[in-house]
Structure formats: C-alpha cells, structure tokens
C-alpha cells in the first residue's frame, strides 16, 4: 500500500495513494459509512501503531462523484470517518503535488460533506474554502461531573464542535493531558444529556477556546477529536466552526483576517464570506503549511501477528 505521510501545522496526515479497499460508486458520504462498516480493520492497520499511533488521520484517494473535483477524499481517524477535514484537505494537496498529480493554482476536492475549494498556493502552503459553517446553538449549559456547569456553543465546521472557554487549564502543551480529561468528560456529558447537532448528529470534537499566547494570533485552541487524540493543529473544521461562532456574534465581520493558534503553537489564518444558510453561517477559508514527511510503501505480513494494528 502506497503512501504519503505529511503534517500539517504539526498534526499528521496519512494519504493512501493505492493499495486500499475498493469502495465501489455512488456518494462520498455513502462509500465512507462503507469504508467504516465493511473495512474497519483497514483503517486501524494504517493509522494505529505498529505503522502510527492515534493522531494520524487518513485520507483515502477515491474517484470523486462530481465531475469537477480533482479528487475524491475519505477522511478518517483510528475511531470512525471524518465529515470534512482542514489539515488533512491542505496535506493531500500538498501531498498530491508532491506526486506531481495537482498543479499550484485552484482546485476542488470532495469530501462526504461536500466539495471544498482548495488554492494550492506554493508546494507546502493551501487555503482551503471550506463548507459551509453556522453556531447550532448558543450558551449551552452541560453538567459535566468534576467541573460543574459548562457553557458553549455548539457549531459545524464540517464536523460537530462543542466549544467552550470553561477550560480546565491553560491552553498549552504541559497540559494536554488535563485537557484532554476535561474535554472526554465534556462529551461524555453531552452525549448522556442528549446534547446533540442537527438531527441528532453526536457532537464528536471538543473545542477549548482562549485568548492567543503568541504576537500574531487572535485565539488558541485545544480540540480534542473522536477517540483521545487532540489536533496538533489549530484544527481546520474546528476553527471554521469558531469563525461561524464568531460572526453569529458580531465580532467578526466578513473579509477579517483571523489567526488562530494550536495548542503546540501552530497556527492557521482565516476569513470568511457570509454564506446562504441560517444562524449567520459563513463560508470560511483556511490557509496553512504542510509538509511531506514520509513516501513510503506499507507492509501487511500476514505472519506478523500486529499486521492489524495494536488495538484495545
Ligand atoms: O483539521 O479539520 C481538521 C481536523 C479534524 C480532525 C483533525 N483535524
């Protein structure tokens, strides 16, 4: 199986190039409830150790539905498929055109929540026009055992985010694992107090928001996404939800330049265009470097006992 490892502001992209499972034809969202469903063990062999660890995100090349994309991509980590993803949209470009397969200019890429616009800009830097973003709901309140009542809002970005700057502990690498604690018992408490996105949608990534700890940024964040993993990055579908969060309030008007800081530092840049839906929803363009790290042929024995992945 060939692929292109990269990262993009620190957090990791894994895109399978060949080698993966066929997922036949129809929508991008149909063939990734198929990836999830039928192929499962797939997924953890890629992403999990021996061959990665529970960062690392997927992205599985397939043949796009619309016509005017370049590609189709199915993102996923080691817990189940992602709706869109930032880092990893701005990986594969970069990843692809390591592969001399995507020219810099201006492109599209579906994904199971819809095509994005993707703007290679140089061979390591990509915006990306995201879906469309809106706030759900506003000031939330969610008991949540050990830190009492939290209140956020809950926001599409491409995926669902419940964000809060209730935060357990200052937004920085030291404390990942506090944060991390902080955010699991946060979405548990959602789930169990029938917290939900539109249409029942499980609100899968917690975001922590704070104020910038470098001179350039507007923001930092911790986000922890499905599983215990947090994006190493400033997390693309994380900060677009910000952005709509943001807008709905007023404090940020269209065209504005938004820099938005990771917890390890990293950060993206951002701005939006007002979209077409309710709730004051945006249309947010995340620009960011990544970087190829690894072109690299896996290896499944089927003597070596952890051929699967090392999974619970
Ligand atoms: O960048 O959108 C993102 C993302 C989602 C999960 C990990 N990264």
Same mark, same amino acid.
């Given at each position: 199986?060939?692929?292109?490892?990269?990262?993009?502001?620190?957090?990791?992209?894994?895109?399978?190039?060949?080698?993966?499972?066929?997922?036949?034809?129809?929508?991008?969202?149909?063939?990734?409830?198929?990836?999830?469903?039928?192929?499962?063990?797939?997924?953890?062999?890629?992403?999990?150790?021996?061959?990665?660890?529970?960062?690392?995100?997927?992205?599985?090349?397939?043949?796009?539905?619309?016509?005017?994309? *370049? *590609?189709?991509?199915?993102?996923? =980590?080691?817990?189940?498929?992602?709706?869109?993803?930032?880092?990893?949209?701005?990986?594969?470009?970069?990843?692809?055109?390591?592969?001399?397969?995507?020219?810099?200019?201006?492109?599209?890429?579906?994904?199971?929540?819809?095509?994005?616009?993707?703007?290679?800009?140089?061979?390591?830097?990509?915006?990306?026009?995201?879906?469309?973003?809106?706030?759900?709901?506003?000031?939330?309140?969610?008991?949540?055992?050990?830190?009492?009542?939290?209140?956020?809002?809950?926001?599409?970005?491409?995926?669902?985010?419940?964000?809060?700057?209730?935060?357990?502990?200052?937004?920085?690498?030291?404390?990942?694992?506090?944060?991390?604690?902080?955010?699991?018992?946060?979405?548990?408490?959602?789930?169990?107090?029938?917290?939900?996105?539109?249409?029942?949608?499980?609100?899968?990534?917690?975001?922590?928001?704070?104020?910038?700890?470098?001179?350039?940024?507007?923001?930092?964040?911790?986000?922890?996404?499905?599983?215990?993993?947090?994006?190493?990055?400033?997390?693309?579908?994380?900060?677009?939800?910000?952005?709509?969060?943001?807008?709905?309030?007023?404090?940020?008007?269209?065209?504005?330049?938004?820099?938005?800081?990771?917890?390890?530092?990293?950060?993206?840049?951002?701005?939006?265009?007002?979209?077409?839906?309710? =709730?004051?929803?945006?249309?947010?363009?995340?620009?960011g470097e990544a970087f190829v790290t690894g072109d690299t042929v896996l290896n499944f024995d089927p003597a070596d006992p952890y051929r699967a992945g090392i999974t619970p």
């Open positions: 199986m060939r692929v292109i490892d990269s990262h993009t502001a620190g957090e990791p992209t894994r895109l399978i190039v060949s080698g993966g499972p066929d997922l036949g034809t129809g929508s991008l969202a149909a063939r990734a409830k198929r990836l999830f469903c039928d192929h499962r063990s797939f997924c953890a062999s890629v992403l999990l150790e021996p061959r990665g660890h529970d960062a690392v995100v997927g992205a599985l090349l397939v043949p796009p539905s619309d016509r005017t994309s *370049a *590609a189709g991509v199915i993102y996923f =980590n080691p817990v189940g498929p992602l709706g869109m993803c930032g880092h990893a949209t701005i990986g594969t470009a970069v990843s692809l055109h390591h592969l001399g397969r995507l020219d810099l200019g201006q492109h599209r890429i579906e994904t199971p929540v819809g095509s994005v616009g993707v703007q290679l800009q140089t061979p390591t830097r990509a915006a990306v026009e995201n879906v469309e973003s809106d706030r759900h709901r506003a000031g939330v309140v969610v008991e949540v055992q050990g830190l009492g009542q939290v209140v956020g809002d809950v926001a599409w970005g491409g995926n669902w985010f419940f964000l809060t700057s209730v935060i357990p502990a200052p937004l920085t690498l030291a404390n990942v694992e506090v944060l991390t604690r902080g955010a699991v018992l946060i979405r548990k408490a959602l789930a169990d107090q029938g917290i939900t996105g539109r249409d029942g949608a499980m609100i899968d990534h917690i975001e922590f928001v704070g104020p910038p700890m470098t001179s350039v940024g507007h923001g930092r964040n911790f986000v922890l996404c499905p599983g215990t993993a947090y994006d190493r990055s400033p997390c693309g579908t994380g900060s677009a939800a910000k952005l709509a969060c943001l807008a709905a309030d007023g404090d940020l008007a269209p065209g504005v330049q938004w820099i938005q800081e990771s917890v390890i530092g990293s950060t993206y840049t951002l701005h939006y265009r007002p979209g077409r839906g309710p =709730n004051a929803a945006v249309i947010a363009t995340i620009t």
